[in-house]
């Protein structure tokens, strides 16, 4: 057989094989739903989803039965977002965000939340004292209300510390957790100088009392895994030789929780080099557990809990915790349920989720999965045409959550 004949017959079988690969599936040979067992759906259930024979599904009917899509729709619902008054209307030049959930104490709405002045400037201008980013050089404030909806400013709950501590640089995104008298404050932290490639953590204090004073602890309640290993010494927070953990480079965002007699830390990652994924920026989050307040807390091993959400809310529902996930991941915009805390599962998509949302500790109900959605806070920012929104402000808004029903019908709001 000359060289000729042989590539002829290569590329003979080499097409045929091609062929065979790309004919399309007959009814015969349809995917096998051995993995899906229909027992557990009634004819009800195909017929809301319009499965007309369940013996034929294709992967999306597959996904909408495995997940659900016939049932939670008392899980759905539109958010909205309203203008307060008071010291939290907008003020230019004032940054006022990520505001904690609402407390209420002797008649009083109480939320803490991260305040500076003034615009960011990003990385790499050479001068170490400009800001970086709007949450720069911020420390925690506090502000009550006795109607939900004009807000006092009270002052400064938590400030930036000393020089060379971990918290010299900023102290910000707080959350709020009342538990037996006591108040405790978790934020996170920045020590000075503010790089690319500079470590976030997350730092506590408390207090008998919601106007203070509040005591911080001495050290970090949560520090990133620092795995992984930066490549050269430029401050370029993408040049990596390996990733390391998913929490490698940043802990943010810390929510404290008090569940199944245990204190839960949702905390949201980010790692070295971080990459795309199918839902955009890669970003995750996890969950430390400790026996007392203060810790010491262990990053669970089933971290990272959740692919998704730039920020979260979490509530306690039914013996379990609810979770809203805001922007970014491919489970983005999610209202979520855990029964152990810990294993989410989507329950429901929504749409517009406001940033940086605070709920309130009274509207946390079994009525229904929503309940602790119906108001809240949340923060948005005023960006000027030509600018980024590194120089952007931002200020304090009111968010709320209208229910919809099974026959399509919106939940009328509260007054």
Known sequence: MTLKTKNTLVLAVLAGVLAGCQQPSSPDNNASNDELDLSNFTQADFDYLGIKDPQYLSAASKRALQRNYHKNAEWFGLFSVQKLTGDFEYEPGVIRRDPTKVLFIDGLYYTWYTKTHGPGHGFGTGDPELKVFPWDKSEVWYATSKDGWHWEEQGLAVGRGEPGEYDDRSVFTPEILRHQGKYYLVYQTIKAPYLNRTYNEVGMAIADNPHGPWQKLDKPILSPSDTGEWLGEE?????????????????????????????????????????????????????????????????????????????????????????????????????????????????????????????????ESDDSPTAALQWGLSHQYVVKPGQSWLQGDNYITRFSFRAKTNNGEFVKKKK
């Open 235 to 363: 401050d370029n927070r993408f040049m990596i030789k390996s990733q390391g953990e998913w929490d490698s480079h940043k802990v943010h965002d810390p929510t404290l929780m008090y569940f199944n007699d245990k204190f839960y830390l949702y905390y949201k990652g980010e790692r070295k080099g971080e990459k795309v994924t199918m839902g955009g920026r890669e970003i995750r989050w996890g969950v430390a557990i400790a026996d007392k307040p203060e810790g010491p807390y262990i990053k669970s091993p089933y971290n990272p809990i959740t692919h998704s959400g730039h920020e979260l809310a979490v509530w306690h529902y039914k013996g379990g915790i609810a979770m809203v996930s805001c922007k970014d991941g491919p489970e983005k915009e999610t209202l979520q349920y855990a029964k152990d805390g810990i294993n989410f599962e989507i329950m429901s998509y929504v749409d517009n989720v406001p940033s940086a949302l605070g709920l309130v500790e009274t509207l």
